[in-house]
Protein backbone atom coordinates (compact mmCIF):
# COMPACT_ATOMS: atom_id res chain seq x y z
CA UNK A 1 0.00 0.00 0.00
CA UNK A 2 0.90 3.29 -0.60
CA UNK A 3 2.11 5.56 2.64
CA UNK A 4 2.67 9.23 2.80
CA UNK A 5 4.33 10.19 6.08
CA UNK A 6 4.53 13.62 7.86
CA UNK A 7 8.20 13.19 9.97
CA UNK A 8 8.73 15.61 12.85
CA UNK A 9 12.36 16.32 11.89
CA UNK A 10 14.69 18.31 14.16
CA UNK A 11 18.09 18.39 14.04
CA UNK A 12 20.29 17.30 17.04
CA UNK A 13 21.07 20.66 19.08
CA UNK A 14 18.70 22.53 17.51
CA UNK A 15 15.62 23.62 19.72
CA UNK A 16 12.90 23.31 16.63
CA UNK A 17 12.06 21.31 13.63
CA UNK A 18 9.21 20.82 11.51
CA UNK A 19 7.31 18.13 9.88
CA UNK A 20 8.24 16.78 6.54
CA UNK A 21 6.47 15.03 3.67
CA UNK A 22 7.89 11.48 2.54
CA UNK A 23 6.43 8.54 0.35
CA UNK A 24 5.93 5.18 0.22
CA UNK A 25 4.81 2.72 -2.44
CA UNK A 26 5.14 -0.47 -1.56
CA UNK A 27 4.05 -1.17 2.30
CA UNK A 28 3.50 -4.59 3.31
CA UNK A 29 0.45 -4.76 6.05
CA UNK A 30 2.91 -7.26 7.72
CA UNK A 31 4.94 -4.86 8.72
CA UNK A 32 5.36 -3.61 11.88
CA UNK A 33 5.37 0.25 12.64
CA UNK A 34 9.05 0.30 12.80
CA UNK A 35 9.72 -1.93 9.76
CA UNK A 36 7.91 0.56 8.10
CA UNK A 37 10.33 3.42 9.09
CA UNK A 38 13.28 1.27 8.36
CA UNK A 39 12.11 0.68 4.78
CA UNK A 40 11.72 4.98 5.10
CA UNK A 41 15.37 4.91 6.11
CA UNK A 42 16.50 3.13 3.72
CA UNK A 43 14.78 4.72 0.95
CA UNK A 44 15.63 8.52 2.28
CA UNK A 45 19.69 7.30 2.68
CA UNK A 46 19.74 6.09 -0.86
CA UNK A 47 18.43 9.25 -1.88
CA UNK A 48 21.09 11.15 0.35
CA UNK A 49 18.76 12.33 2.49
CA UNK A 50 20.07 11.50 6.22
CA UNK A 51 17.70 8.72 7.80
CA UNK A 52 15.17 9.67 10.35
CA UNK A 53 16.22 9.09 14.40
CA UNK A 54 13.75 6.98 16.26
CA UNK A 55 14.72 4.83 19.47
CA UNK A 56 14.27 1.18 19.40
CA UNK A 57 15.69 -2.08 21.08
CA UNK A 58 13.44 -5.40 21.80
CA UNK A 59 10.75 -4.53 18.63
CA UNK A 60 8.43 -7.09 21.27
CA UNK A 61 6.64 -4.46 23.44
CA UNK A 62 8.56 -5.28 26.72
CA UNK A 63 11.95 -2.88 26.55
CA UNK A 64 9.80 0.64 26.47
CA UNK A 65 12.76 2.16 24.01
CA UNK A 66 10.32 2.82 21.20
CA UNK A 67 7.81 5.22 21.39
CA UNK A 68 6.37 8.21 19.19
CA UNK A 69 3.04 9.36 18.37
CA UNK A 70 1.33 8.57 15.29
CA UNK A 71 -1.82 10.49 14.32
CA UNK A 72 -1.92 12.40 17.59
CA UNK A 73 -2.02 9.32 20.25
CA UNK A 74 1.16 8.32 21.98
CA UNK A 75 2.11 4.72 20.35
CA UNK A 76 -0.49 5.25 17.64
CA UNK A 77 -3.11 3.99 20.49
CA UNK A 78 -6.19 4.76 18.44
CA UNK A 79 -4.89 3.52 15.47
CA UNK A 80 -4.77 -0.06 17.08
CA UNK A 81 -7.52 -2.77 18.52
CA UNK A 82 -5.31 -3.19 21.62
CA UNK A 83 -2.78 -1.17 23.88
CA UNK A 84 0.17 -1.55 21.75
CA UNK A 85 3.96 0.09 22.14
CA UNK A 86 4.64 1.35 18.71
CA UNK A 87 7.15 -1.94 17.96
CA UNK A 88 4.36 -4.03 17.94
CA UNK A 89 1.64 -2.08 16.12
CA UNK A 90 1.25 -3.37 12.29
CA UNK A 91 0.44 -1.58 9.05
CA UNK A 92 -2.50 -3.55 8.83
CA UNK A 93 -4.04 -1.37 10.95
CA UNK A 94 -3.57 1.54 8.02
CA UNK A 95 -5.43 1.65 4.72
CA UNK A 96 -3.71 2.57 1.38
CA UNK A 97 -3.21 6.31 0.56
CA UNK A 98 -3.42 7.38 4.55
CA UNK A 99 -1.43 10.04 5.53
CA UNK A 100 0.47 9.08 8.69
CA UNK A 101 1.46 12.08 11.21
CA UNK A 102 5.19 11.06 13.39
CA UNK A 103 5.98 13.09 16.25
CA UNK A 104 8.42 12.56 18.98
CA UNK A 105 6.94 12.60 22.56
CA UNK A 106 5.87 16.20 23.76
CA UNK A 107 6.42 17.37 27.61
CA UNK A 108 8.76 19.90 29.50
CA UNK A 109 10.78 16.76 31.02
CA UNK A 110 11.48 15.04 27.73
CA UNK A 111 13.57 17.16 25.36
CA UNK A 112 13.93 16.26 22.19
CA UNK A 113 17.62 15.08 21.10
CA UNK A 114 17.18 14.10 17.80
CA UNK A 115 14.24 13.85 15.43
CA UNK A 116 11.64 11.15 16.89
CA UNK A 117 14.36 10.75 19.91
CA UNK A 118 13.88 12.05 22.96
CA UNK A 119 15.74 11.73 26.22
CA UNK A 120 13.96 9.71 29.02
CA UNK A 121 16.45 9.80 31.77
CA UNK A 122 13.55 11.98 33.79
CA UNK A 123 12.05 9.08 34.17
CA UNK A 124 15.43 7.19 35.85
CA UNK A 125 15.94 9.79 38.10
CA UNK A 126 12.24 9.33 39.69
CA UNK A 127 13.35 5.66 40.22
CA UNK A 128 16.92 6.50 41.44
CA UNK A 129 14.90 8.81 44.51
CA UNK A 130 13.59 5.48 45.53
CA UNK A 131 12.02 2.99 43.36
CA UNK A 132 13.76 0.08 44.94
CA UNK A 133 14.18 -1.52 47.78
CA UNK A 134 16.89 -2.05 50.01
CA UNK A 135 18.50 -5.47 50.92
CA UNK A 136 22.00 -6.45 51.48
CA UNK A 137 23.80 -8.69 48.77
CA UNK A 138 24.17 -12.62 49.34
CA UNK A 139 22.45 -15.60 49.02
CA UNK A 140 19.24 -15.09 47.52
CA UNK A 141 16.35 -15.20 50.72
CA UNK A 142 14.23 -18.32 50.53
CA UNK A 143 11.18 -16.84 49.25
CA UNK A 144 8.45 -18.61 50.75
CA UNK A 145 9.82 -16.69 54.22
CA UNK A 146 7.78 -13.37 53.22
CA UNK A 147 4.72 -14.57 52.22
CA UNK A 148 2.79 -12.08 49.84
CA UNK A 149 -1.36 -12.06 50.03
CA UNK A 150 -2.45 -13.07 46.22
CA UNK A 151 -4.30 -10.20 45.78
CA UNK A 152 -1.59 -7.76 46.22
CA UNK A 153 1.19 -9.88 44.66
CA UNK A 154 -1.10 -9.19 41.65
CA UNK A 155 -1.75 -5.83 42.27
CA UNK A 156 2.13 -5.64 42.30
CA UNK A 157 2.63 -7.79 39.28
CA UNK A 158 0.72 -5.54 36.91
CA UNK A 159 1.85 -2.43 38.25
CA UNK A 160 5.37 -3.91 37.41
CA UNK A 161 4.49 -4.11 34.08
CA UNK A 162 5.10 -0.76 33.27
CA UNK A 163 8.36 -0.77 30.66
CA UNK A 164 9.13 2.82 31.54
CA UNK A 165 8.28 4.06 27.51
CA UNK A 166 6.73 7.69 28.98
CA UNK A 167 3.78 7.13 26.84
CA UNK A 168 1.88 8.42 29.43
CA UNK A 169 3.52 11.56 30.31
CA UNK A 170 3.28 12.29 26.41
CA UNK A 171 -0.51 11.66 26.82
CA UNK A 172 -0.96 13.77 29.60
CA UNK A 173 -2.31 17.71 28.80
CA UNK A 174 0.31 18.01 31.66
CA UNK A 175 2.70 16.53 31.11
CA UNK A 176 3.00 14.89 34.18
CA UNK A 177 4.51 11.40 35.26
CA UNK A 178 1.98 10.22 37.54
CA UNK A 179 1.23 7.07 36.48
CA UNK A 180 4.59 5.97 35.92
CA UNK A 181 5.71 7.48 39.28
CA UNK A 182 2.13 5.93 40.43
CA UNK A 183 3.28 2.26 38.73
CA UNK A 184 6.85 2.20 40.54
CA UNK A 185 5.09 2.95 44.19
CA UNK A 186 2.12 0.73 43.22
CA UNK A 187 4.22 -1.97 42.25
CA UNK A 188 6.85 -2.16 45.90
CA UNK A 189 3.56 -0.58 48.19
CA UNK A 190 2.02 -4.00 47.40
CA UNK A 191 4.86 -6.28 48.63
CA UNK A 192 5.99 -7.33 51.89
CA UNK A 193 9.57 -6.22 50.91
CA UNK A 194 8.19 -2.83 50.11
CA UNK A 195 7.09 -2.21 53.59
CA UNK A 196 10.67 -0.77 55.07
CA UNK A 197 10.86 1.60 52.91
CA UNK A 198 7.17 2.68 51.77
CA UNK A 199 6.73 6.07 53.33
CA UNK A 200 9.88 7.50 52.64
CA UNK A 201 10.15 5.66 48.93
CA UNK A 202 6.35 7.94 48.04
CA UNK A 203 7.72 11.14 49.21
CA UNK A 204 11.29 11.13 47.59
CA UNK A 205 9.54 10.17 44.28
CA UNK A 206 7.26 12.57 44.77
CA UNK A 207 9.87 15.17 45.63
CA UNK A 208 11.71 13.69 42.25
CA UNK A 209 8.97 14.29 39.80
CA UNK A 210 8.07 17.44 40.59
CA UNK A 211 11.72 18.16 39.97
CA UNK A 212 11.75 16.84 36.86
CA UNK A 213 9.74 19.27 35.23
CA UNK A 214 6.75 16.78 35.22
CA UNK A 215 3.30 18.58 35.99
CA UNK A 216 1.08 17.88 37.96
CA UNK A 217 -1.93 15.26 37.70
CA UNK A 218 -5.69 16.35 36.97
CA UNK A 219 -7.26 13.38 36.52
CA UNK A 220 -8.35 13.09 33.34
CA UNK A 221 -7.18 9.91 32.48
CA UNK A 222 -5.42 10.33 28.63
CA UNK A 223 -2.56 8.21 30.23
CA UNK A 224 -3.94 5.27 31.35
CA UNK A 225 -5.84 5.37 27.86
CA UNK A 226 -2.70 5.14 26.34
CA UNK A 227 -0.56 2.66 28.00
CA UNK A 228 0.29 -0.22 26.27
CA UNK A 229 0.71 -2.29 29.47
CA UNK A 230 -3.02 -0.72 30.74
CA UNK A 231 -1.10 0.38 33.95
CA UNK A 232 -4.97 1.56 35.63
CA UNK A 233 -5.15 4.66 36.90
CA UNK A 234 -6.17 3.70 40.49
CA UNK A 235 -2.85 3.24 40.81
CA UNK A 236 -2.54 7.05 41.33
CA UNK A 237 -5.29 6.95 43.79
CA UNK A 238 -3.30 5.07 45.67
CA UNK A 239 -0.18 7.12 45.53
CA UNK A 240 -2.02 9.67 46.50
CA UNK A 241 -3.35 7.37 49.49
CA UNK A 242 0.25 6.57 50.36
CA UNK A 243 1.55 10.09 50.03
CA UNK A 244 -1.00 11.47 52.43
CA UNK A 245 -0.58 8.86 54.78
CA UNK A 246 2.92 9.21 54.66
CA UNK A 247 3.07 12.80 55.81
CA UNK A 248 1.53 11.86 59.12
CA UNK A 249 3.61 9.52 60.23
CA UNK A 250 7.05 8.96 61.21
CA UNK A 251 9.68 7.43 59.06
CA UNK A 252 12.99 7.34 61.08
CA UNK A 253 14.84 10.43 61.66
CA UNK A 254 15.33 11.37 58.26
CA UNK A 255 12.36 11.73 57.02
CA UNK B 1 11.65 29.40 47.55
CA UNK B 2 13.30 26.34 45.36
CA UNK B 3 15.88 25.86 48.30
CA UNK B 4 18.28 22.56 48.35
CA UNK B 5 18.09 21.84 51.95
CA UNK B 6 14.95 20.77 52.01
CA UNK B 7 13.87 17.54 53.95
CA UNK B 8 12.04 14.84 51.53
CA UNK B 9 9.17 15.16 53.95
CA UNK B 10 9.24 18.91 53.16
CA UNK B 11 9.79 18.36 49.85
CA UNK B 12 7.04 16.09 50.00
CA UNK B 13 4.42 18.74 52.00
CA UNK B 14 5.39 21.02 48.85
CA UNK B 15 4.33 18.53 46.25
CA UNK B 16 1.67 18.79 43.26
CA UNK B 17 -0.17 16.05 45.03
CA UNK B 18 -0.59 17.98 48.56
CA UNK B 19 -1.59 20.95 46.42
CA UNK B 20 -4.51 19.09 44.82
CA UNK B 21 -5.30 17.64 47.83
CA UNK B 22 -5.65 21.28 49.59
CA UNK B 23 -7.77 21.54 45.76
CA UNK B 24 -9.80 18.37 46.61
CA UNK B 25 -10.89 19.45 50.37
CA UNK B 26 -11.47 22.90 49.68
CA UNK B 27 -13.19 22.19 46.63
CA UNK B 28 -15.47 19.35 48.66
CA UNK B 29 -16.12 22.12 51.16
CA UNK B 30 -17.58 24.34 48.34
CA UNK B 31 -19.49 21.85 46.98
CA UNK B 32 -21.65 21.69 50.22
CA UNK B 33 -21.59 25.07 50.35
CA UNK B 34 -23.62 25.27 46.94
CA UNK B 35 -25.26 22.54 47.83
CA UNK B 36 -26.95 23.86 50.92
CA UNK B 37 -27.00 27.11 49.04
CA UNK B 38 -28.94 25.64 46.29
CA UNK B 39 -31.54 23.88 48.62
CA UNK B 40 -31.80 27.27 50.84
CA UNK B 41 -32.36 28.69 47.20
CA UNK B 42 -35.93 26.78 46.36
CA UNK B 43 -37.80 28.36 49.19
CA UNK B 44 -38.64 31.29 47.31
CA UNK B 45 -40.89 28.90 46.12
CA UNK B 46 -42.83 29.01 49.81
CA UNK B 47 -42.88 32.64 49.72
CA UNK B 48 -41.52 35.88 51.05
CA UNK B 49 -41.66 35.08 54.80
CA UNK B 50 -40.27 31.06 54.44
CA UNK B 51 -37.58 33.27 52.26
CA UNK B 52 -36.46 36.30 54.57
CA UNK B 53 -36.54 34.08 57.85
CA UNK B 54 -34.48 31.88 55.88
CA UNK B 55 -32.35 34.75 54.96
CA UNK B 56 -31.87 36.07 58.29
CA UNK B 57 -32.06 32.89 60.35
CA UNK B 58 -28.32 32.31 58.42
CA UNK B 59 -27.43 35.50 59.84
CA UNK B 60 -28.19 35.63 62.69
CA UNK B 61 -29.12 32.87 64.15
CA UNK B 62 -27.49 29.59 63.34
CA UNK B 63 -25.43 27.79 66.14
CA UNK B 64 -27.37 30.76 68.64
CA UNK B 65 -26.78 30.65 71.43
CA UNK B 66 -23.32 28.69 71.53
CA UNK B 67 -22.45 32.34 69.19
CA UNK B 68 -23.52 35.62 70.01
CA UNK B 69 -25.73 37.14 67.43
CA UNK B 70 -24.66 38.16 64.37
CA UNK B 71 -21.20 36.25 64.56
CA UNK B 72 -22.12 32.92 62.14
CA UNK B 73 -22.23 34.51 59.22
CA UNK B 74 -19.34 36.43 59.36
CA UNK B 75 -17.15 32.94 60.72
CA UNK B 76 -18.83 31.12 57.72
CA UNK B 77 -17.87 33.61 55.23
CA UNK B 78 -14.56 33.67 56.32
CA UNK B 79 -14.06 29.63 56.40
CA UNK B 80 -15.67 30.24 52.58
CA UNK B 81 -13.24 32.77 51.45
CA UNK B 82 -10.15 30.82 52.92
CA UNK B 83 -11.08 27.95 51.21
CA UNK B 84 -11.75 29.69 47.86
CA UNK B 85 -8.08 31.47 48.17
CA UNK B 86 -6.48 27.99 48.78
CA UNK B 87 -8.25 26.50 45.60
CA UNK B 88 -7.53 29.52 43.37
CA UNK B 89 -3.80 29.61 44.43
CA UNK B 90 -3.25 26.22 44.39
CA UNK B 91 -4.69 25.94 41.02
CA UNK B 92 -1.98 28.93 39.41
CA UNK B 93 0.60 27.13 41.11
CA UNK B 94 -0.20 23.75 39.36
CA UNK B 95 -1.05 25.66 36.28
CA UNK B 96 2.38 26.94 35.78
CA UNK B 97 3.58 23.57 36.50
CA UNK B 98 1.57 22.01 33.80
CA UNK B 99 2.73 24.65 31.23
CA UNK B 100 6.46 23.75 32.20
CA UNK B 101 5.22 20.03 32.09
CA UNK B 102 3.83 20.26 28.60
CA UNK B 103 6.84 21.85 27.27
CA UNK B 104 7.42 24.54 24.22
CA UNK B 105 6.58 22.61 21.03
CA UNK B 106 3.22 21.76 20.88
CA UNK B 107 2.27 18.67 18.76
CA UNK B 108 1.39 18.96 15.75
CA UNK B 109 -1.35 16.93 15.71
CA UNK B 110 -3.15 15.86 18.78
CA UNK B 111 -6.27 13.33 19.15
CA UNK B 112 -7.07 12.90 22.79
CA UNK B 113 -10.32 10.27 23.40
CA UNK B 114 -10.38 10.16 27.06
CA UNK B 115 -10.36 13.42 28.35
CA UNK B 116 -13.69 15.08 28.66
CA UNK B 117 -14.51 19.07 27.92
CA UNK B 118 -15.69 19.61 31.18
CA UNK B 119 -11.89 17.80 32.91
CA UNK B 120 -9.81 20.49 30.41
CA UNK B 121 -12.06 23.54 30.73
CA UNK B 122 -11.02 23.85 34.11
CA UNK B 123 -8.89 26.53 34.67
CA UNK B 124 -10.68 28.88 32.24
CA UNK B 125 -13.52 27.77 33.64
CA UNK B 126 -12.65 28.62 37.36
CA UNK B 127 -11.59 31.88 36.08
CA UNK B 128 -15.19 32.25 34.57
CA UNK B 129 -16.52 30.86 37.64
CA UNK B 130 -14.91 33.14 39.82
CA UNK B 131 -15.41 36.57 37.77
CA UNK B 132 -19.56 35.34 37.99
CA UNK B 133 -19.24 34.91 41.14
CA UNK B 134 -17.85 38.79 41.99
CA UNK B 135 -20.90 39.87 40.16
CA UNK B 136 -23.19 37.78 42.19
CA UNK B 137 -21.64 39.17 45.35
CA UNK B 138 -21.98 42.16 44.80
CA UNK B 139 -25.48 42.34 43.87
CA UNK B 140 -26.83 40.27 46.27
CA UNK B 141 -24.38 40.67 49.48
CA UNK B 142 -22.90 44.24 49.14
CA UNK B 143 -26.10 45.76 46.72
CA UNK B 144 -23.24 47.58 44.75
CA UNK B 145 -24.91 46.30 41.31
CA UNK B 146 -28.57 46.78 41.70
CA UNK B 147 -30.81 45.42 38.78
CA UNK B 148 -34.54 45.78 39.50
CA UNK B 149 -34.59 47.11 42.67
CA UNK B 150 -32.73 50.94 44.16
CA UNK B 151 -30.83 51.57 46.93
CA UNK B 152 -28.34 48.84 47.77
CA UNK B 153 -29.67 45.86 50.10
CA UNK B 154 -33.32 45.78 50.92
CA UNK B 155 -35.23 42.36 51.65
CA UNK B 156 -33.65 39.18 50.34
CA UNK B 157 -36.80 38.20 48.61
CA UNK B 158 -37.43 41.56 46.73
CA UNK B 159 -33.95 41.55 45.71
CA UNK B 160 -34.51 38.05 44.46
CA UNK B 161 -37.60 39.21 42.54
CA UNK B 162 -35.94 41.83 41.28
CA UNK B 163 -32.78 40.73 39.64
CA UNK B 164 -34.83 37.83 38.38
CA UNK B 165 -37.52 39.49 36.36
CA UNK B 166 -34.47 41.00 34.20
CA UNK B 167 -33.85 38.45 31.32
CA UNK B 168 -30.50 39.56 30.93
CA UNK B 169 -29.39 38.86 34.62
CA UNK B 170 -30.90 35.54 34.31
CA UNK B 171 -28.72 34.65 31.14
CA UNK B 172 -26.21 35.61 33.16
CA UNK B 173 -26.85 33.07 35.96
CA UNK B 174 -27.90 30.31 33.09
CA UNK B 175 -24.17 30.55 32.21
CA UNK B 176 -22.97 30.95 35.46
CA UNK B 177 -24.30 27.82 36.57
CA UNK B 178 -23.36 25.67 33.17
CA UNK B 179 -19.91 27.02 33.85
CA UNK B 180 -20.16 25.63 37.90
CA UNK B 181 -21.86 22.55 36.71
CA UNK B 182 -19.05 21.68 34.88
CA UNK B 183 -16.28 22.51 37.15
CA UNK B 184 -18.53 20.26 39.66
CA UNK B 185 -18.88 17.53 37.01
CA UNK B 186 -14.98 16.66 36.56
CA UNK B 187 -14.08 18.59 40.15
CA UNK B 188 -16.37 16.22 42.34
CA UNK B 189 -14.75 12.78 40.34
CA UNK B 190 -11.37 14.36 41.05
CA UNK B 191 -11.24 15.58 44.81
CA UNK B 192 -12.32 12.09 45.51
CA UNK B 193 -9.43 10.53 43.74
CA UNK B 194 -6.88 12.57 44.46
CA UNK B 195 -8.01 12.05 48.14
CA UNK B 196 -7.48 8.31 47.03
CA UNK B 197 -11.32 7.02 46.84
CA UNK B 198 -10.81 5.64 43.20
CA UNK B 199 -9.69 2.19 44.06
CA UNK B 200 -10.45 0.61 41.32
CA UNK B 201 -12.68 0.09 37.89
CA UNK B 202 -15.97 0.26 39.38
CA UNK B 203 -15.37 2.87 41.92
CA UNK B 204 -14.27 5.06 39.03
CA UNK B 205 -17.85 4.41 37.67
CA UNK B 206 -19.27 5.23 41.05
CA UNK B 207 -17.52 8.52 41.62
CA UNK B 208 -18.65 9.57 38.17
CA UNK B 209 -21.74 9.01 38.52
CA UNK B 210 -22.36 10.81 41.73
CA UNK B 211 -20.07 13.67 39.73
CA UNK B 212 -22.52 13.70 37.09
CA UNK B 213 -25.60 13.49 39.67
CA UNK B 214 -24.29 16.70 42.16
CA UNK B 215 -23.40 18.77 38.70
CA UNK B 216 -27.21 18.21 37.43
CA UNK B 217 -28.71 18.78 41.08
CA UNK B 218 -27.13 21.75 41.17
CA UNK B 219 -27.69 23.21 37.71
CA UNK B 220 -31.51 22.43 38.31
CA UNK B 221 -31.58 23.46 41.88
CA UNK B 222 -30.39 26.47 41.00
CA UNK B 223 -31.77 27.57 37.85
CA UNK B 224 -35.48 26.47 38.69
CA UNK B 225 -36.08 29.55 40.86
CA UNK B 226 -34.34 32.33 38.46
CA UNK B 227 -36.34 31.06 35.76
CA UNK B 228 -39.11 30.46 37.97
CA UNK B 229 -39.57 34.26 38.81
CA UNK B 230 -38.50 35.36 34.83
CA UNK B 231 -41.67 33.57 33.67
CA UNK B 232 -43.83 35.06 36.32
CA UNK B 233 -44.46 31.81 37.69
CA UNK B 234 -43.89 32.88 41.76
CA UNK B 235 -45.53 35.44 43.47
C1 LIG C 1 -17.58 27.67 44.21
C2 LIG C 1 -16.47 27.57 43.62
C3 LIG C 1 -15.68 26.30 43.32
C4 LIG C 1 -15.95 24.98 43.59
C5 LIG C 1 -17.16 24.39 44.24
C6 LIG C 1 -14.83 24.22 43.09
C7 LIG C 1 -14.71 22.84 43.19
C8 LIG C 1 -13.62 22.13 42.75
C9 LIG C 1 -13.32 20.76 43.05
C10 LIG C 1 -14.14 19.84 43.93
C11 LIG C 1 -12.17 20.44 42.42
C12 LIG C 1 -11.46 19.09 42.42
C13 LIG C 1 -10.15 19.11 43.14
C14 LIG C 1 -9.22 18.06 42.63
O1 LIG C 1 -8.90 18.08 41.46
O2 LIG C 1 -8.78 17.21 43.39
C15 LIG C 1 -11.74 21.58 41.70
C16 LIG C 1 -10.62 21.62 40.92
C17 LIG C 1 -10.16 22.75 40.28
N1 LIG C 1 -10.67 24.03 40.39
FE1 LIG C 1 -12.29 24.54 41.45
N2 LIG C 1 -13.93 25.07 42.51
C18 LIG C 1 -14.41 26.35 42.64
C19 LIG C 1 -13.82 27.52 42.21
C20 LIG C 1 -12.70 27.56 41.42
C21 LIG C 1 -12.12 28.79 40.95
C22 LIG C 1 -12.62 30.19 41.23
C23 LIG C 1 -11.06 28.44 40.19
C24 LIG C 1 -10.20 29.49 39.52
C25 LIG C 1 -9.11 29.35 38.93
C26 LIG C 1 -10.96 26.98 40.18
C27 LIG C 1 -10.03 26.21 39.50
C28 LIG C 1 -9.88 24.85 39.62
C29 LIG C 1 -8.87 24.06 38.97
C30 LIG C 1 -7.80 24.57 38.03
C31 LIG C 1 -9.03 22.75 39.40
C32 LIG C 1 -8.15 21.56 39.04
C33 LIG C 1 -8.85 20.68 38.12
C34 LIG C 1 -8.47 19.26 38.18
O3 LIG C 1 -7.82 18.78 39.08
O4 LIG C 1 -8.86 18.61 37.22
N3 LIG C 1 -11.98 26.48 40.95
N4 LIG C 1 -12.61 22.61 41.93
S1 LIG D 1 11.28 -1.58 20.98
FE1 LIG D 1 11.15 -2.51 22.94
S2 LIG D 1 9.12 -1.99 23.49
FE2 LIG D 1 9.19 -1.33 21.46
Known sequence: M???????????????GSMETYQLDSVAEEMSFLEMLDMLNEQLTAQDIEPVAFDSDCREGICGMCGIVINGSPHGRYESPVPTTTCQLHMRNFHDGDVVEIEPWRAGAFPVIKDLVVDRTALDRIVAAGGYISVNTGSAPEAHSTPAPKLQADRA??????????????????GSGMLFTSAKVTHLANLPQGQPERRRRVKAMIAAHD?????GCQNIGECASVCPKQIPLESIAQLNRDLIASLFRADGKSA | ????????????????????????????????FLLMHMFGNLKIFIGPEA???YAEFLKQDLLAPILPHGWFIWIF???????????????IVLWLASVEGRGKTKYVRKNRKEQTISSRVMRWGGITLFLLLVFH???FTTGTITPGWSGGLIEPYDMFMGAFSNWWVVLIYVVFMVVVCMHVRHGFWSAFTTLGANVGAQARVVLNVLAYFA???????????????????VN
Open chain 2, 1 to 32: MASTTLSVHQKALRSTVVKKAVMAVTGLVLIA
Open chain 2, 51 to 53: YND
Open chain 2, 137 to 139: IMM
Open chain 1, 2 to 16: KITLKVWRQAEGEAQ
Open chain 2, 77 to 91: RAVLLVCLVLHVYCA
Open chain 1, 211 to 215: ANGFG
Open chain 2, 215 to 233: AALLLVGFLLPPVAVLFGM
Open chain 1, 157 to 174: FDAATCIGCGACVAACPN
